[in-house]
């Protein structure tokens, strides 16, 4: 084991609960304004996982206002303060783009465990 892989061993963080594309989740991110810091809540699905060591993403689709929102968090970042599980949803892909294009009842996702 290089020294690279030991620094990224110790900085990632294994305190974030399983979740998979189709969940719905509450990201908690910590934000900072000036000398002020907050933490603001960000809840959506899950499209997509990205997997890796330290390159670890995943990003959350909300609409708000009318408006889709986006947002891809690093997995094993310091800013986020904690990822809670929402529902669990039910899904057939791991890339869920095809959201972006459906509209109310249509971008539903059943939840998994409900037949």
Same mark, same amino acid.
């Given at each position: 084991?290089?020294?690279?892989?030991?620094?990224?061993?110790?900085?990632?963080?294994? &305190?974030?609960?399983?979740?998979?594309?189709? &969940?719905?989740?509450?990201?908690?991110?910590? +934000? +900072?304004?000036? @000398?002020?810091?907050?933490?603001?809540?960000?809840?959506?699905?899950? $499209?997509?996982?990205? /997997?890796?060591?330290?390159?670890? @993403?995943? @990003?959350? *689709?909300? =609409?708000?206002?009318?408006?889709? =929102?986006?947002?891809?968090?690093? $997995?094993?970042?310091? *800013? $986020?303060?904690?990822?809670?599980?929402? @529902?669990?949803? /039910?899904? /057939? *892909?791991? /890339?869920?783009?095809? $959201?972006?294009?459906?509209?109310?009842?249509?971008?539903?996702?059943?939840? *998994?465990? =409900?037949?």
């Amino acid at each position: 084991m290089n020294i690279l892989d030991k620094i990224d061993q110790e900085q990632m963080r294994y &305190d974030h609960p399983d979740f998979r594309p189709g &969940d719905n989740v509450k990201v908690h991110i910590r +934000i +900072i304004e000036g @000398t002020k810091e907050r933490v603001q809540v960000f809840q959506g699905v899950v $499209l997509k996982k990205k /997997r890796g060591a330290m390159n670890a @993403t995943f @990003t959350v *689709r909300k =609409v708000s206002h009318g408006v889709g =929102v986006e947002k891809t968090f690093a $997995l094993h970042s310091p *800013r $986020l303060e904690k990822i809670e599980v929402v @529902t669990k949803g /039910r899904v /057939r *892909r791991s /890339r869920l783009f095809y $959201l972006r294009e459906r509209r109310g009842k249509a971008a539903r996702i059943r939840e *998994r465990g =409900v037949n």
